[in-house]
């Protein structure tokens, strides 16, 4: 029972690097997220996708891109990072059949920025 | 638009005490979605209620109990002789048809739970 699985766990990077993060779903879900998480900010919507394919902006899109390209699969990009972007960044996962049906989670991503 | 309020940054009870958390949210749609969340310091986020708007019914899981006034737009969430691994930031969320049914997480209550 994986559910939602992010790679990597931690990184740290330099100002202007790049990096993705992967995230896996194996519950055949159709809406997937990824949140950043700051303190005392609660978790802040980031990108969002509703299929294979498709991807949306959330709350706090700049600087981020996405994207599905598999169904289990959603990929955060950042292209030149920067300070502000450190955050411990998580993905979920919700089916699309129903309304209101709860997000699952993966375990979070903790990225620091130099 | 839609808003979700949890005014305690931080509570430490001790151990055995109940404890409430309070959850305040504002939203214009008549169907949305309420949710709480626990979060322990292992980090990772852990699914615990979802309510309706329709449904006002208070529930009951074990020490856990949850209470849904839409007249004080409020959905707060008990728990009854606390223990050391209640010890969480807890997350209350609430999700609208009108926002495509995406959440909005309010900025969490840190219980300490203090044996």
């Known amino acids: 029972n994986a559910g939602v699985t992010q790679t990597p766990k931690f990184r740290v990077l330099k100002t202007g690097q790049s990096m993705t993060l992967l995230c896996a779903q194996d519950?055949?879900?159709?809406?997937m997220y990824w949140y950043r998480q700051d303190p005392g900010m609660g978790l802040r919507l980031i990108h969002y996708s509703v299929g294979e394919g498709t991807t949306a902006k959330g709350e706090v899109p700049d600087g981020y891109n996405v994207s599905r390209l598999k169904k289990q699969n959603f990929l955060l990009g950042l292209e030149s990072a920067a300070p502000s972007q450190t955050s411990v960044y998580f993905c979920a996962s919700r089916t699309g059949t129903g309304r209101g049906q709860p997000q699952h989670f993966g375990d979070g991503t903790r990225l620091s920025i130099l | 638009a839609q808003k979700v309020t949890q005014a305690q940054t931080e509570i430490s009870v001790v151990e055995k005490e109940d404890v409430t958390l309070d959850c305040v949210y504002e939203t214009r749609d008549t169907t949305y979605y309420l949710f709480w969340y626990k979060q322990p310091p292992s980090g990772e986020l852990v699914f615990l209620i979802r309510?309706?708007?329709?449904?006002?019914q208070n529930e009951i899981s074990g020490r856990y109990s949850w209470n849904f006034q839409k007249s004080t737009s409020s959905f707060n969430f008990t728990i009854t002789a606390s223990q050391v691994v209640d010890s969480a930031v807890y997350f209350c969320a609430l999700s609208e048809d009108s926002y495509g049914q995406n959440f909005v997480f309010g900025p969490g209550t840190r219980l300490s739970v203090l044996p």
């Open positions: 519950m055949n879900h159709e809406y």
């Open positions: 309510r309706n708007s329709f449904d006002e």
